[in-house]
């Protein structure tokens, strides 16, 4: 092996133990820089005789470029390798499932209320919001129950730390009740302009969704609850009716008619006669058992009188269901306040 050959090995095996381009400028510095071994070999030729001069400054720039060899290869090695690393780092796998923001759901509940809306809105129902928080008058006094009356311990409720203008404390509504009064009357105008023209008031035809509160709790019964209030007043609006429209509806809403309903006689100080609504499945788990789902009657005299109205002219019926009670039967939950924990396990299988 020529002393030419040992450079150009050792030049090599320097190039090749550079880890990274700065590094390896530093290797090729050591030979080809301005005092670099190659150089100062090609400075040295300036000593020869002539007639060597030719022969040794040949070898000499063969072995000049063998260097020069390496030194490209292992710049274009370490390129390559910087471009690799780079690859992967940035590497998009596109087998990986997308990363995306969960969509809610509605509330079972909500879902009860939203059918129970368009399934009379069908039957020409108008629906109606009102206040959670209520006057003595409008919860209980304006529907047929008188202060100090014992039929008022039916709806025991929470009262909020503020009095109306009769001095009396607010409450937390414990039914939609109220909202026949607040609606009927909300259409008093109406009501007069029509009467002024010897016309009929036109029906009154609503429901009252929304929360309800009552001092109650266990597995079938919350402080905070769902009902949903229905009110058909007119000149001949009969029990028939409310038999046919709550019949109807209980069948559209539980999709089925295998269905028994059952008006059985209660009492409520809002309405004369008054009725329980039950039903009875055909088949399913609760095949057979009577199950009660609403309030109802025909609305008392007194209380159409605090619509506004004559009560020997408008008659009609009211109810009173409860949406929690209908979203257990439809999906079969036992327990009440489910509905109210926020549990995603249970919330998420309605989406
Ligand atoms: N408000 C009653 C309750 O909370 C339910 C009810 C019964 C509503 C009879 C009515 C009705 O409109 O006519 O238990």
Redesign the pocket.
């Given at each position: 092996m020529t002393d030419l050959d040992t450079l150009v090995h050792a030049a090599a095996a320097s190039f090749a133990e550079a880890p990274n381009p700065a590094e390896l400028e530093n290797a090729k510095a050591r030979f080809l820089g301005k005092s670099g071994r190659v150089t100062e070999l090609l400075k040295g030729l300036a000593q020869l005789p002539p007639e060597e001069k030719k022969a040794r400054g040949a070898e000499i720039n063969r072995a000049k470029q063998q260097v020069e060899a390496a030194l490209q290869a292992r710049r274009d090695a370490l390129a390559a390798q910087e471009l690799d690393a780079q690859l992967r780092a940035e590497a998009l796998d596109v087998t990986l499932p997308g990363r995306h923001r969960g969509t809610g759901g509605l509330h079972p509940v909500s879902r009860t209320m939203e059918r129970i809306e368009a399934i009379f809105g069908s039957m020409g129902f108008d629906v109606a919001d009102g206040p959670e928080i209520e006057t003595d008058w409008m919860s209980f006094t304006a529907?047929n129950n008188p202060e100090n009356h014992p039929a008022r311990s039916?709806?025991d409720t929470f009262y909020v730390d503020l009095k109306d203008a009769e001095g009396r404390w607010l409450n937390l509504r414990?039914?939609?009740?109220p909202m026949?009064v607040r609606y009927a009357r909300s259409h008093a105008a109406r009501h007069a302009e029509a009467l002024a023209q010897g016309r009929p008031i036109p029906e009154i035809r609503v429901i009252a969704p929304g929360r309800?509160y009552?001092v109650d709790s266990d597995a079938t019964h919350s402080p905070m609850f769902h009902?949903c209030?229905?009110?058909w007043i007119g000149e001949h609006i009969a029990f028939k009716d409310l038999k046919a429209v709550f019949s109807d509806f209980l069948r559209q809403f539980f999709e089925t008619d295998a269905l028994d309903v059952r008006f059985r006689p209660?009492y409520?100080p809002?309405?004369e006669p008054?009725?329980?609504i039950d039903i009875a499945f055909a088949s399913g788990p609760n095949k057979g058992r009577w199950l009660e789902v609403?309030?109802?009657?025909?609305?008392h005299p007194n209380v159409v009188r605090n619509f506004g109205l004559d009560p020997e002219r408008y008659i009609g019926?009211?109810?009173?269901?409860g949406p929690d009670r209908l979203t257990m039967l439809r999906y079969g939950v036992d327990d009440l306040r489910l509905f109210f924990e926020s549990d995603l396990r249970f919330l998420t299988q309605f989406r």
């Open positions: 529907l039916m709806q414990p039914h939609t009740s026949q309800t009552r009902q209030e229905g009110l209660s409520f809002f309405t008054s009725a329980e609403a309030g109802s009657g025909q609305v019926f009211a109810f009173g269901m």
